[in-house]
């Protein structure tokens, strides 16, 4: 059977067209069902709606280009997903796709379906959604047999699972000509970053309120071996130089991040791998200074907590099964192995006071400033408890309304009054995009070039070197900037010892 994968293009969720995707935020869910439809002997076309600049709105692309590929490929399934955040996008993509050709039958999946299953598909009518891990069930409705509803999937063994294809979606494009596109946090340790991603581990063990994973499979990881052949595989085709890991939840204590490392150094010395890495945690897996340390060795340039709040009343209140002490240890940790640390402060917790906040502003400010801890509030998504508890009390009155407006929706579920709540969370962002507290240089300015495209629509590319005020090493760093004058700096981390810097380019 020959069936077309789409992604939903980010454009959607910014207020310009283009909005630019780098290897690091691709979805690599589709990457996956690409593979086992491969595997299973599908032919298939990875459709990435995005790095298209030939027209004037991100709905005039998907239009075009959705029309275009179905006439040309001639599908018989469509698959298509994403987040509840790309709901805008998965509803004109379907409509689009109706009006061409109606007959072809719909398969939609991923957290938007994961966490909501039974209004989406009421609402936007696909002919099959699947909830859960979609390997197993879309191949099902491609052999043909099943009767569309809404699919339970089956959660397997992660190691039994074909390799992701990414290159059904154009990776060596997005590596080779958008990596610059690449997200602030992810791009610190090369100053010609070529990022890529790999998935690790399935689902999460712990429950907290404002997360998605409330239900559904198990937490199951893979094994090493079966890790490190995805990416020696990848490696040899695309020669990444970052290698971003995406599971919220990577290591779960010092034996599985040593074993990984463990692994890198071989492939280095056995496959010539030359690229750093980055992986996300729980503060529950206590990594020691030696672990750590290892896994500086093995390239290791940062790693992130779901820290969320530096008060423990409101940790307890999320149930985040943390304490506050694990944080300032890790940061700790952190620093003393040369390794950057990030995470993110997410305020408006229902326990949320003046009091907690002001402590989690203390927390940033005595053992964060240098690190790349970012302020931000909580939006309660279909799928978490506070979602479920909004809908319930009638806060939430209208679904349809409250997807429409997911990306703008800033709830207050304190009890600190709304004005003040709004006055509070303003007053966050300024503080987290002035960065006013890091230590500050000032940067040798020079133009660079990393292809017409990124030129045109994300201005010059400068090479911008400085001086670390922390270690001394040489930064530098490449970036897309607009008109500089005396007030531009640029916010980086150094890429020896991946403390904050602020870099005044006047």
């Known amino acids: 059977m020959k069936v077309m994968l789409i992604a939903p293009t980010m454009a959607y969720r910014s207020p310009r067209y283009p909005t630019f995707l780098s290897m690091s935020d691709f979805p690599s869910g589709l990457a996956y069902l690409a593979g086992a439809l491969k595997a ?25 280009v959705v029309v275009e590929w179905i006439d ?88 039994s699972y074909a390799l992701p294809d990414y290159e059904a979606f154009g990776a060596s494009d997005m590596v080779d000509n958008y990596s610059m596109a690449t997200r602030v946090l992810y791009k610190y340790s ?60 990577f290591a779960v204590n010092n034996a599985r991040l040593r074993e990984f490392c463990e692994g890198i150094l071989k ?31 093995a390239g290791c340039y940062m790693f992130s907590y779901g820290i969320e709040s530096a008060s423990q009343t409101v940790l307890d209140s999320m149930e985040k099964k943390s304490k506050v002490e694990q944080i300032v240890e890790a940061v700790r940790l952190a620093k003393e192995a040369k390794i950057g640390f990030s995470g993110n402060l997410i305020f408006g917790d229902p326990a949320e006071t003046d009091d907690t906040l002001a402590e989690s ?26 979602f479920d508890t909004l809908v319930e009390r ?42 006013f507290f890091p230590r500050t240089v000032k940067g040798k300015v020079e133009r660079d070039s990393h292809g017409e495209m990124l030129e045109r629509y994300m201005g010059p590319i400068h090479k911008v070197t400085a001086v670390c005020p922390h270690c001394g090493a040489t930064i530098i760093y490449r970036h897309p900037m607009g008109q500089i004058n005396e007030n ?19």
């Open 40 to 64: 299973a002997g599908h032919e298939v076309k990875g459709l990435n709606l995005n790095n298209d600049t030939r027209y004037k709105t991100a709905y005039d692309m998907v239009r075009n």
């Open 72 to 159: 040309r490929f001639q599908p018989e399934l469509i698959g298509i997903g994403g987040l509840c955040i790309d709901y805008h996008c998965i509803r004109d993509t379907m409509e689009i796709i109706r009006t061409a050709e109606p007959k072809i039958p719909i398969v939609l999946g991923g957290g938007i379906v994961n966490h909501d299953d039974e209004f989406i598909f009421e609402h936007l009518k696909p002919n099959y959604a699947v909830v859960g891990e979609g390997e197993e069930a879309i191949v099902r409705i491609a052999n043909g047999g099943v009767s569309e509803g809404i699919i339970q999937s089956v959660a397997g063994d992660p190691d």
């Open 190 to 249: 090369r100053p010609d970053p070529r990022p890529f991603v790999i998935v690790t581990a399935r689902s999460c063990p712990f429950h907290c309120t404002f997360c998605v994973h409330n239900h559904g499979a198990p937490y199951r990881a893979r094994s090493i071996p079966n890790i490190m052949e995805e990416i020696r595989v990848n490696y040899d085709k695309y020669h990444f130089n970052i290698l971003l890991i995406l599971d919220e939840l």
């Open 267 to 297: 492939g280095k010395v056995d496959y010539g791998w030359d690229f750093d890495w980055t992986f996300q945690c729980h503060a529950s897996a206590n990594f020691d200074l030696e672990t750590l340390q290892l896994a500086k060795q």
């Open 361 to 386: 502003l203390c927390f940033w400010l005595k053992y964060a400033r240098d690190a790349f801890v970012f302020l931000s509030y909580i939006t309660p998504y279909p799928g978490s408890k506070l």
């Open 394 to 435: 009638g806060v939430i009155k209208d679904k349809v309304a409250y997807y429409e407006a997911i990306d703008n929706v800033m709830v207050n579920m304190t009890k600190i009054p709304q004005r003040d709540w709004e006055n509070r969370m303003i007053a966050c962002q300024m503080l987290e995009q002035g960065w």
């Open 488 to 506: 531009s700096f640029l916010g980086v981390g150094c890429t020896n010892c991946q403390q904050r810097v602020r870099i005044n380019l006047q």
